[in-house]
């Protein structure tokens, strides 16, 4: 009979409105096979905590609490910017990874997180061969920017996706009212570093011709100033207002981003902020339009309220996939959602090799994107639409969504030395 | 008997989540009053299609579209920032408004806004006496702002307070798990020109010591950058990670807002962005700690998706009131809200004088704000909890808000004069 090993769950980069319901996926499967895994012990702010020796007790919490995970956004162990170095060259972390690992009797190890993340998860995979520490890891696939390879969606993109389509129509509705003696030009910044899968679920907001948004401004294509401009000042004229969505990415054709606040963070990417008003400064300065604009920043990741259900549900199912998977044996793998169809959408999850998700970026792809580069194809809102479906209200108290907040017990330390991160 | 008249509804200035639930409320009511009340036209662009004679006959609308307009943001009709000057040095515009109102047989006024509408309405309810031209003219409460005075809450307002409160409390989850490693401070920028009571709505979203929002800042209290920062540095200190809210309205002591785009709207308010920017660069630069922000801007007053239910059923009620005060003969007023209790939260609706409205700002008492300035007190927390409460979801399609559009069909213009606004 196998014998009954412990499960390390962690969060890691940005963290979305549905990551939890991985958690809660993860955390339940587990529970459901008490006979082959013990407790799960949840990363204080992702892999530091498996660092540095401090983990939570995911046992501790009740059933319900857990439970109520699936409805609450953020990342309810704390998630980390933190990327593991290359095996050869920086084994200390891997050797004090499984120390940890030892210590606690860890036999699974669940990372939940984006591009970064499957690499270091895919290092950590590697552990039983190369450093001859027996380790199932497996990565849970989560980021809003969707450009994982291989699944069809990544979960926490659905309700970032939902987000900004209704965000992009209440807000159009605003303008298009106000236009005649007030604003003309409204413009909303969203996430998206590289690709703008973001900016192009705002599309699913308006469909027939005038519809908002008039412009989507993808990181895909090199921004035109002249075109831009006469661009806006057509919609205008023909519409009376113009509602513009720009993707944090948006860049010049030298690929130096229109908003470049030169900080960089801890994975070494550029921090971004500001293309909104500089668009907006240009709509001004240029066509004397008076505008407003909107930047979503964190609201639009966190924005529970508003999730897509299936988003909801995806993000819940490779977290019981990735136990599932975990417990027929596998390693080195990710659950990827497979589309089978798209009306009615029907999906089911499989395994991915790690060795061909990390470190891959996956970018709209060119016939997404209209051909003046403003707007989205049919077949790009085939893709999209099935992802913003349904709507997963959390429960409400008081007028406000109710939260959960575990209580988050330390897993006691049994290792006398620290570890500096 | 008396003589059937037909009626004029206008929208004005800035639009919100539920100011065509007023319109609703409106139009239903008089539709079932049919023996009293004829058409029910509709300014199109405000003010502005009464003096251009531009109107839409809302009785070409299906009753199912009337009734969508309950769940249905921005303002249907188009609204206008345009303010009627006095009825002494500029008599051509209210000659030209009896003009119109002659010709289509109107004899209610039913104008929908804020402060300055209720100037307008105010001047036009005088029409009567001074111009001896009979209309019964109604101002129903609109702002967003909060700051009419007499009525307990302006509808509108309900609305961005429970979107702002949602976004704080599921953003502050974001940065709570990002901190770390990652940002430590996060800002959002929300409305309020002079009165912080949108800003004071996101202080309902936490409630114990630490919990977030730990800074408001507020356009009654004079920014103080030091003791700002020293706040700031502390909440990072002691909770890891400090949310901000700053209303657009913050100032410096001597007055000047923290951020002044120099840019002015129709009547003459300045136009104001980037005090977030501001908040932001100063924790940036003089903290070193790391940042994000965000702006909500139009999306927090169109965000119908998350409205308060009592704000609709307010917003609607409203506009039921203004056409049964109008059939019972008054003029010059202002259906306005009067809370009996907190808790349950009991209101009724009251005529309140249009002349002890028009030109009134109510600002947040200064007992509705804590001692050190940066949160809201038991008093305050008392009188916005039931404003935000319940939800009152749209219908969805494909994901997505099914909002209406009228079809819009003018009113046969009847002269033949032009009128330039």
Chains 1, 2 share one sequence.
Not at 30 to 52: E, F, M
Not at 303 to 308: F, G, T
Not at 398 to 406: S, T
Not at 409 to 421: A, E, Q, R, Y
Request: one cysteine or more; hydrophobic letters at 40%.
């Amino acid at each position: 009979m196998r014998r009954i090993k412990n499960a390390f769950y962690a969060q890691s980069g940005g963290v979305t409105a549905v990551i939890n319901a991985s958690a809660c996926g993860v955390i339940e499967t587990a529970r459901r096979h008490r006979a082959l895994i013990g407790k799960v012990y949840a990363g204080r702010n992702g892999i530091i905590g498996a660092l540095t020796e401090d983990m939570i007790d995911t046992s501790r919490e009740t059933a319900a609490a857990i439970a109520a995970l699936r409805h609450t956004p953020g990342g309810a162990f704390g998630s980390a910017r933190y990327k593991l170095k290359d095996l050869e060259t920086h084994r200390a972390e891997y050797e004090r990874l499984i120390e940890v690992f030892r210590a606690h009797d860890i036999g699974y190890f669940f990372y939940n997180g984006g591009g970064d993340s499957a690499d270091t998860c895919y290092k950590v995979s590697q552990l039983s061969k190369k450093m001859n520490f027996p380790v199932q890891a497996i990565h849970v696939p989560k980021t809003v920017d969707n450009d994982l390879p291989i699944t069809d969606t990544c979960p926490g993109f659905g309700s970032v996706a939902k987000y900004v389509a209704v965000s992009t129509r209440e807000a159009a509705l605003d303008v298009a009212s106000m236009a005649k003696t007030s604003t003309k030009v409204f413009i909303l910044e969203v996430m998206g570093r590289h690709a703008g899968w973001i900016a192009a679920a705002a599309g699913l907001a308006g469909k027939d011709a005038g519809e908002a948004p008039h412009i989507i401004l993808f990181p895909e294509i090199p921004f035109d100033k002249k075109q831009f401009l006469k661009h806006v000042a057509a919609t205008v004229r023909d519409h009376e207002y113009c509602v513009i969505v720009v993707s944090e990415g948006a860049a010049w054709p030298d690929g130096s981003f229109l908003a470049d606040a030169g900080r960089t963070d801890a994975f070494g990417h550029k921090q971004l902020g500001g293309v909104a008003q500089t668009i907006a400064q240009m709509v001004g300065d240029e066509l004397n339009l008076k505008y407003h604009y909107a930047i979503a920043d964190y609201l639009q990741r966190s924005a529970r309220h508003i999730a897509s259900a299936v988003d909801v549900e995806q993000a819940y199912a490779v977290g019981r996939a990735a136990v599932e998977m975990a417990l027929a044996g596998q390693n080195a793998i990710m659950p990827a959602i497979v589309r089978k169809s798209d009306r009615p959408y029907r999906w089911k999850i499989e395994a991915a090799p790690l060795a061909r998700v990390a470190n891959r970026e996956k970018k709209m792809p060119r016939r997404f994107i209209s051909k003046n580069g403003y707007g989205i194809t049919a077949a790009c809102r085939r893709y999209l639409e099935p992802l913003i479906r349904g709507e997963d209200y959390p429960p409400y108290r008081d007028g406000l969504p109710k939260y959960v907040k575990l209580k988050g017990i330390s897993v006691p330390k049994k290792l006398n030395t620290d570890f500096v991160v």
